[in-house]
């Protein structure tokens, strides 16, 4: 296993390999990108559906399939959003998107092999750019691209996502190297990788630990997430919404799980590397159906490091203590960063309180009661030292 064969980087992680900012699409997506960039002021005239219906089908299917990944997955950043503004910009979301919506956003889709409306790798992992191009990729020198209201609440929160996903590409690459360290049982090369990860998780807590400073819990409820829900066991949409237009779904309404940030691929790569299970529950049905909303090489680096790695039967057999510490070491830091997820759920989520279609404190922007299953998780992921 290398990173590079999953379009991935030390530096980077997940994060896309390019910045937004410098790919240009053909001038058939012009109206839909000036739409996208003045999503703010067409969802704050109240009638955002109006002038989202004037867009024309760029009629795509053929360049969905041909076009260079880049500017697929920049596409597909611009049309999620502006679906998930046509379905929740007003206050009671429609049983149709139109056809001048839905047949872009599921050719781009089917090229990527996910779901046409917005997954995370569209609202964080592509949709950011460094403001001087020679600094690094750290909280002072980035920006989010593609908006819905704007603000400095919606922007922080998905720029502190894209901090938390560069820095884990130190947990990412190291997690490769063990996974041949361990099969040559190299204790002490695989006891230095371990504590090079801890170090990573202690700057990511960093930038996790800084979401309140410029992203408000009250802000986040009402003006950022309401944007960013699904369709699945969503009461305000009824079993779905129907994509008109589009042959294979044909009238049947589509219940696809909104963007969340379980679709980040960072915990469940450790899982696969420390080789850490969970019971079933809801929780874990709906985290494993998650798994197919990930890019594809995303989920493929997921599966190849899951099958690939006996780090848990090294450490476990040897003899050596300080090996035995490291590795549970990170093993809390897994466990801690799920608490820290909790924290915030509760504070942003769980404690808010409104009336907005579809935005409901108790269920998550994918569909389920978070709360209960993330602390269950959190125990079992703590629960399996060595």
Known sequence: MELKDYGMSRERGFLSHYEIDQIALPRQFDPAVEAAENLSGLLTTGRVRHWLDQIPDPRIEDWAREAAEEEVRTAMVHYSFLVQAYVWGEPDPPACLPANLSRPIVAIADRLGQAPLLPYSSYVLDNWYRLEKSGPIDLDNIAMYQNFLGGADENWFVLVHVAIEAEAGVLLDNAVKLVAVARQRDEVEAERLLKEMHDAWERIYGHFARMPERCDPYVYFHRVRPYIHGWANNPALDGGLVYEGVEKFGSTPQAFRGQTGSQSSIVPSMDALFQVGHSDDPLKTFLDELHHYRPVPHRRFIEDLAAQSSLRDFVSTSGNQAL?????????????????????????????AGSIAGNDPDVGTGGTPFMRYLKKHRDENRAQTV
């Open 324 to 352: 035995k510490d490291a590795f549970n070491a990170c093993l809390e830091q897994s466990a801690r960063f799920r608490t820290r997820h909790l924290e915030y759920a509760a504070s942003y989520i769980n404690k808010q």
